[in-house]
């Protein structure tokens, strides 16, 4: 039995128009038909879940998400299989990081009971946004939960809106990139909100960004706050990097996002002739091993972009460097390809991780 209460839009896009949005869909600008909804109120608990159109919503001014930010979010897509099913990639690894972040922001966490079935019931409804499996096309799902409470004291919210959104997208980075080492900005910190999927993080990012942009990089390489030296993530995803020696090495959790596309990597290594190794890496032990060639790939990853390969590296403090020739890496490409299979059904799913929703 279904736990969202369907009410249905009066008013659904022309299939015609939908067709043409499925066909060539922008990132992020254009949204299904229905949205997935539940409120929480203390001393009540999570109520009300529905399925509605997809429209505005009313807050009061003095919500407290304005206020002091306590908003979190997640990233998943729905993948169309070529004989029409549609399916999630680790759902339940989204439900559990979800309700961390939450726990952090000291919100009211969604059970993951309520997390899957918004997936599964919103995802078969609007089954009809997710495009043909061409040109890495998908249906993006993002589930976030806002502070609704009107109140202007700094204290946790008693009251909260969980909201699922979808949207037809195609690939977000379409190019390699270059990065840029920032010397002003850092991204996370030990007991900050690294860990987190929550929109201060990423608001905060903008002005690195820009100003990797502003130096011809297409996004920005993160050090720690402390001592300037550890790598991090880059941009708003996780950083790898291979070796002359077989390994693919990423920085180790503590103040970074645990990425799901990371973990993923890092469990189908092994099947590419790669040991998966998680540390500290240092810029110097980067910059030495691109120099040397005991670093031989590097790449970005996360859900939206997948894979994305790093082809250089740019510092006020030390220059431009290039990885390898400048061109994205045979392994890299292997494991871009070995991941997108599994999701659009392509390769056998030895780890159980896609999830049919319809």
Same mark, same amino acid.
């Given at each position: 039995?279904?736990?969202?209460?369907?009410?249905?839009?009066?008013?659904?896009?022309?299939?015609?128009?939908?067709?043409?949005?499925?066909?060539?869909?922008?990132?992020?600008?254009?949204?299904?038909?229905?949205?997935?909804?539940?409120?929480?109120?203390?001393?009540?608990?999570?109520?009300?879940?529905?399925?509605?159109?997809?429209?505005?919503?009313?807050?009061?001014?003095?919500?407290?998400?304005?206020?002091?930010?306590?908003?979190?979010?997640?990233?998943?897509?729905?993948?169309?299989?070529?004989?029409?099913?549609?399916?999630?990639?680790?759902?339940?690894?989204?439900?559990?990081?979800?309700?961390?972040?939450?726990?952090?922001?000291?919100?009211?966490?969604?059970?993951?009971?309520?997390? #899957? *079935? @918004?997936?599964? /019931?919103?995802? =078969?409804?609007?089954?009809?946004? %997710?495009?043909?499996? &061409? $040109?890495?096309?998908?249906?993006?799902?993002?589930?976030?939960?806002?502070?609704?409470?009107?109140?202007?004291?700094?204290?946790?919210?008693?009251?909260?809106?969980?909201?699922?959104?979808?949207?037809?997208?195609?690939?977000?980075?379409?190019?390699?990139?270059?990065?840029?080492?920032?010397?002003?900005?850092?991204?996370?910190?030990?007991?900050?909100?690294?860990?987190?999927?929550?929109?201060?993080?990423?608001?905060?990012? #903008? *002005? @690195?960004?820009? /100003?990797?942009? =502003?130096?011809?990089?297409?996004? %920005?390489?993160?050090? &720690? $706050?402390?001592?300037?030296?550890?790598?991090?993530?880059?941009?708003?995803?996780?950083?790898?990097?291979?070796?002359?020696?077989?390994?693919?090495?990423?920085?180790?959790?503590?103040?970074?996002?645990?990425?799901?596309?990371?973990?993923?990597?890092?469990?189908?290594?092994?099947?590419?002739?790669?040991?998966?190794?998680?540390?500290?890496?240092?810029?110097?032990?980067?910059?030495?091993?691109?120099?040397?060639?005991?670093?031989?790939?590097?790449?970005?990853?996360?859900? =939206?972009?997948?894979?994305?390969?790093?082809?250089?590296? &740019?510092?006020?403090?030390?220059?431009?460097?290039?990885?390898?020739?400048?061109?994205?890496?045979?392994?890299?490409?292997?494991?871009?390809?070995?991941?997108?299979?599994?999701?659009?059904?392509?390769?056998?799913?030895?780890?159980?991780?896609?999830?049919?929703?319809?």
């Amino acid at each position: 039995m279904p736990l969202f209460e369907l009410h249905r839009t009066d008013h659904p896009t022309p299939e015609a128009e939908r067709a043409a949005i499925v066909a060539d869909p922008v990132f992020g600008k254009f949204f299904a038909d229905h949205m997935a909804v539940a409120d929480y109120t203390e001393g009540m608990g999570w109520h009300d879940a529905r399925i509605i159109p997809t429209g505005d919503w009313q807050l009061h001014p003095a919500a407290a998400v304005f206020h002091y930010g306590q908003e979190i979010f997640e990233g998943l897509k729905a993948y169309r299989h070529a004989d029409g099913s549609v399916w999630l990639f680790r759902p339940e690894r989204n439900a559990t990081r979800f309700a961390a972040s939450a726990e952090r922001l000291e919100m009211a966490p969604l059970p993951q009971e309520l997390f #899957l *079935a @918004a997936l599964d /019931e919103l995802v =078969a409804l609007e089954q009809a946004w %997710v495009p043909l499996p &061409d $040109g890495e096309r998908s249906m993006y799902l993002r589930p976030f939960e806002i502070a609704n409470e009107p109140y202007l004291g700094v204290r946790e919210a008693k009251n909260y809106r969980y909201g699922l959104i979808a949207s037809p997208v195609g690939a977000y980075y379409p190019a390699p990139v270059k990065l840029w080492v920032t010397p002003n900005y850092t991204r996370a910190a030990p007991g900050g909100t690294g860990t987190a999927k929550c929109g201060g993080n990423y608001a905060a990012s #903008l *002005a @690195a960004a820009n /100003e990797a942009a =502003a130096h011809g990089c297409g996004q %920005v390489l993160y050090l &720690d $706050g402390a001592e300037h030296r550890w790598l991090e993530e880059c941009g708003t995803m996780n950083f790898m990097m291979i070796t002359a020696g077989g390994q693919l090495v990423t920085p180790a959790l503590g103040s970074i996002l645990d990425g799901i596309t990371r973990d993923s990597l890092l469990t189908l290594a092994g099947e590419h002739g790669l040991e998966a190794v998680e540390r500290p890496i240092s810029i110097d032990e980067l910059r030495d091993g691109i120099a040397s060639g005991q670093v031989t790939e590097t790449f970005a990853c996360g859900t =939206a972009a997948v894979i994305t390969p790093i082809t250089g590296f &740019d510092s006020p403090e030390h220059g431009a460097q290039v990885v390898g020739d400048g061109e994205p890496g045979e392994k890299t490409g292997r494991l871009r390809a070995h991941l997108l299979d599994i999701q659009y059904g392509r390769a056998e799913d030895r780890h159980g991780w896609m999830h049919r929703v319809a």
